[in-house]
């Protein structure tokens, strides 16, 4: 268990619906990183927070959204979702703004119908 | 320019065989290369890293070779064992201010019995 948790686990809705994931990262970790995961892509950053803020950002959808709270978990908003948004979608945390080793959740898997 | 390539896709090992995993790229300005372990429905875990200063380091059964002209990185199981069955993944670290990893695109390594 790396002690970063994620929900849902699973996650099943229909083209052009929004949902919304959720991170929370490991105790006394500030940065969280978001990666997609499907078969034809690999694994793909998609956005980092440090302590609130957004730091980088990857190969990141504008209908994706994220944000960080003051509490540090963080949310993942994907909206207009389409078919080919089907995928696993990984929060990672690491205690700095980019050293460090990163330590992933189990994953949310979303499957778009 | 941040692309990481990882081969082979798939690999069959015999307990107690050798198993090599190799990565390349192209972006001189990556300075840190971790391998990832991922099982089955699970997010990926830090098995090892190395930084560009070092030309190989060993943990247990497992080795990154680096080879810093060449940026190429590679990783060996020795005494491969059937719960190393797994996906493995290799990632580079860029040095500027984002930091993120950049990954390979796995390799499905299955150990026989």
């Known amino acids: 268990d790396s002690g970063v948790t994620q929900t849902p686990k699973h996650l099943i809705t229909a083209t052009g619906q929004r949902v919304t994931l959720r991170c929370s990262p490991r105790?006394?970790?500030?940065?969280v990183y978001w990666y997609q995961q499907s078969l034809d892509q690999g694994l793909q950053f998609l956005i980092q927070?440090?302590?609130?803020?957004?730091?980088a950002k990857g190969n990141i959808l504008e209908r994706f959204s994220a944000q960080q709270f003051p509490d540090l978990h963080s949310e993942l908003n994907l909206s207009s979702l389409e078919l080919g948004d089907s995928a696993l979608y990984f929060c990672a945390s690491s205690v700095g703004a980019g050293l460090g080793e990163q330590f992933f959740g189990p994953g949310t898997r979303l499957t778009v119908l | 320019q941040q692309q990481v390539k990882q081969s082979p896709q798939s690999l069959i090992v015999q307990k107690g065989g050798i198993s090599i995993i190799n990565c390349a790229y192209e972006n001189t300005a990556f300075d840190y290369f971790p391998w990832y372990q991922q099982f089955p429905g699970k997010g990926p875990a830090l098995l090892i890293a190395?930084?560009?200063?070092?030309s190989e380091k060993k943990e247990g059964r497992f080795t990154i070779s680096f080879n810093k002209s060449a940026k190429q990185f590679s990783l060996h199981i020795m005494d491969s064992q059937p719960g190393d069955s797994a996906t493995y993944f290799c990632a580079a670290r860029s040095s500027g201010s984002a930091r993120q990893l950049t990954f390979g695109s796995g390799t499905q390594l299955t150990v026989l019995p």
């Open positions: 190395i930084r560009p200063d070092v």
């Open positions: 927070y440090y302590n609130g803020e957004e730091r």
């Open positions: 105790s006394g970790d500030l940065s």
